[in-house]
């Protein structure tokens, strides 16, 4: 079982990098479009999902909040007419929503791996946060993830009439 979680760590950390290496890159050489903004934003989502729906089936987080960020996703890619080629319309709330997705589906990865015997560094042990922490945190950012959702609904409604 170490070796399964350095395994799940070293993936996540190496989807990060070339996640943020891609977005460097096209910015550098002006290789930026609607449609690899959207991919980009999409691959985020699928990740963040997928590991999300792990750590569900092992009972650390509510089934529903990889639902929701998908749902979000979704949303946000219709509302913001990504597939017809325009840029993607973010606002605040999502994007704290996003950046604390990849937080939440990072801390009991890193929890677990740095807990294993054969981690030296014990400064970085993480088993203070305990599995009901990392519960409601998720429940924190499923109520988030749902008012952004709303605030998405509500600016897409006034910007119709």
Excluded at 6 to 33: C, H, K, P
Excluded at 43 to 51: G, K, M, R, Y
Excluded at 86 to 109: E, K
Aim: proline share 2%; charged share 10%; hydrophobic share 55%.
């Amino acid at each position: 079982m170490t070796s399964a979680w350095q395994w799940a760590a070293l993936i996540f950390v190496i989807a990060i990098m070339t996640d943020l290496l891609d977005g460097y890159l096209a910015r550098l050489w002006q290789q930026t479009s609607a449609l690899g903004g959207f991919l980009d934003h999409c691959s985020d989502a699928v990740l963040v999902a997928t590991i999300l729906l792990a750590e569900a089936l092992l009972g650390w987080i509510p089934f529903i909040l990889p639902i929701l960020v998908l749902c979000a996703f979704t949303q946000y890619a219709l509302d913001s007419k990504a597939l017809s080629g325009q840029v993607l319309r973010t606002s605040m709330l999502g994007r704290y929503n996003g950046i604390l997705y990849f937080v939440l589906a990072a801390t009991p990865l890193l929890r677990e791996m740095l807990s294993l015997e054969t981690m030296p560094l014990e400064t970085f042990n993480l088993n203070f946060l305990t599995i009901e922490m990392i519960n409601i945190a998720a429940y924190l950012l499923c109520l988030s993830t749902i008012l952004s959702m709303l605030d998405r609904l509500i600016t897409l409604l006034r910007n119709k009439s």
